[in-house]
Each structure stands twice: as C-alpha cells, then as structure tokens.
C-alpha cells in the first residue's frame, strides 16, 4: 500500500497566521481528499484535489480559507489561512488506490494544529 | 445522501469479553461500507470493507462485520477483545466518489 508522508506532523500557530501543510504519496494517485478532524469529532471531508484542475470543496469550506495546491499526481498541499483558535484540528490527507478497491482511503498520520 | 450512524460514543469492555460496535446506514443505493480504526495520534487505518460480495467481512485484528440489508446494519465485532484494541473506530459509507464518515467510537479495554 501507498506510503503517505505529511509535514508538519504538529505545530503551534499564532492566530491571524497561515499555514501550509504537505502530503507527498509515493505513488501517483488520481484523487488526493484532505479532511479536518477536530478535537472529539469525527472527519469531515474539506475537498478533493484532482491534479491539473481546480479543488472541488465540500459544503461549509472555501477556497479564500483552505486554498490547495495539486501539482502532480504525488504531491498536494493544503492552506489554513487567517488561523483562528476554531481552526485547532487534526488535518488528514488521503488517497484513493486503485489496487485497494472501490473507494478505500489510506490515510497519512495527520497534521495536528493548535491555534492560540 | 449517504450516511452513517454509530450507536455509542464510548465503548467499554473487559479484556477476553466480546466487543460489539454498532453501525446503520441510509443509503440510496448499495452502499460500499468501512470500518477504520485510529489508534492514538496516528492516521486512520482500514479495518474491512463491504462491497457487495459476502454478507459477512472478515478484516485485520480478528475483526468482522456482518451487512444486514434488512437491518441497515454493519456492526463491527470480535469475539475476544485484546487490551492493544483500544482506539477510536469509525464507521463510514462511500458517497460518489468520497467516504462519511460516522462519529466514532471510542473502546476502552479494561484488564
């Protein structure tokens, strides 16, 4: 299966501040989804970066607030801009693998923010 | 749209005892269905999944769920819960292309 390598694994920001988090696959996949997992809360699925086009966002997510960045089919990166303290969250970037099957995510370890 | 619902937040079990974690669905079609575990500050990992060939899905850990069409249910069970068990599991059903996810539940497996 795919590894999947996200950077920074944790960091502590400042509100106002923006930061990007990476996701590098080491294998070329279609779709990469980035989630958002806050504190007690289950995932919820921010957006899904196609390489070569345009994020598709969920419901409640705008691209002036996450804006992301697809461009190969290895690597994406997601923006937090403007942080605020309900920003603080578990931020997970998976992949879909043709060889798992329909619809099976692996999923990286998780960039874990704390906005103060 | 698809969802899931999982019954019980918190989930606690005595080690050797059976763990038993419920999960429904609405779906409008047949649903592709999972079952992840997060284990303490890691990412989440697939557990089994359902895709419409055998009712009952045998996954990693000495883990299964059974679909039940009748119920709407895929609850995840095990007949021996180990203390290395406890972890968040979430259930979840694929949307298109995307998965919901439900909101967890957390085993505690208690010596």
């Known amino acids: 299966s795919a590894v999947i390598s996200q950077k920074p694994s944790r960091d502590i920001c400042q509100r106002g501040t923006s930061l990007t988090i990476q996701c590098q696959v080491d294998?070329?996949?279609?779709?990469m989804f980035w989630y958002r997992q806050q504190p007690g809360q289950s995932l919820t699925l921010i957006a899904t970066?196609?390489?070569?086009?345009?994020?598709?966002?969920e419901s409640g997510f705008v691209i002036d607030k996450f804006p992301i960045s697809r461009p190969n089919l290895t690597f994406s990166t997601l923006t937090v801009s403007n942080m605020s303290p309900e920003d603080s969250s578990i931020y997970l970037c998976?992949?879909?693998?043709?060889?798992?099957?329909?619809?099976?995510?692996?999923f990286g370890a998780g960039s874990r923010l704390t906005v103060l | 749209a698809q969802s899931v619902t999982q019954l019980g937040s918190h989930v606690s079990v005595s080690e050797g005892a059976l763990v038993l974690l419920r999960c429904n669905y609405s779906?409008?079609?047949?649903?592709?269905l999972f079952w992840y575990v997060q284990y303490p500050n890691q990412g989440l990992q697939l557990l089994l999944k359902?895709?419409?060939?055998?009712?009952l899905v045998k996954g990693i850990n000495g883990f299964e769920a059974e679909f039940k069409k009748s119920e709407t249910s895929f609850h995840l069970t095990k007949p021996s819960a180990h203390m290395s068990d406890a972890a968040e599991y979430f259930c979840?059903?694929?949307?298109?292309?995307?998965?919901?996810f439900g909101t967890g539940t957390r085993l505690q497996v208690f010596p």
């Open positions: 998976s992949v879909e693998l043709s060889s798992s099957g329909a619809n099976v995510l692996t």
């Open positions: 294998s070329q996949v279609t779709m």
């Open positions: 970066a196609n390489q070569g086009s345009e994020a598709t966002y």
């Open positions: 779906s409008s079609v047949p649903p592709y």
């Open positions: 359902y895709t419409s060939a055998a009712t």
């Open positions: 979840a059903v694929s949307d298109g292309d995307k998965l919901i």
